[in-house]
Nanobody, 119 residues
Framework: QVQLVESGGGLVQAGDSLRLSCAAS????????MGWFRQAPGKEREFVAS????????FYADSVKGRFTISRDNAKNTVYLNMNNLEPEDTAVYYC????????????WGQGTQVTVSS
């Protein structure tokens, strides 16, 4: 099991930027995905972005394309989510997740970090 520790959430105003970080405890697989999901109050958890570790291929939800950027630091085994032009609708608990390339679902999850965007 991979341990994930998130950081970087907070309270910002609409239009501001924020960067989330997620450090993975160990690199025990040669290739995997790390992703970000979010859950707003009263809503289902939804996919935000993911990155395939080998190759750096990235994927985004339509709602964040052009505003959010996912990236990785191979040496630190850390994934980042740079969020620009934040909107009140981005308010949610953001979760980091991990899975092997072969897995259908994410199997390791972080504890979550709150992002609140005021209008």
């Amino acid at each position: 099991q991979v341990q994930l520790v998130e950081s970087g959430g907070g309270l910002v105003q609409a239009g501001d930027s924020l960067r989330l970080s997620c450090a993975a405890s160990a690199r025990t697989f040669s290739n995997y995905y790390m992703g970000w999901f979010r859950q707003a109050p009263g809503k289902e958890r939804e996919f935000v972005a993911s990155i395939r570790w080998v190759g750096g291929y990235t994927f985004y939800a339509d709602s964040v394309k052009g505003r959010f950027t996912i990236s990785r630091d191979n040496a630190k085994n850390t994934v980042y989510l740079n969020m620009n032009n934040l909107e009140p609708e981005d308010t949610a608990v953001y979760y980091c997740a991990w899975k092997t390339v072969e897995a259908n679902e994410y199997t390791s999850w972080g504890q979550g970090t709150q992002v609140t965007v005021s209008s």
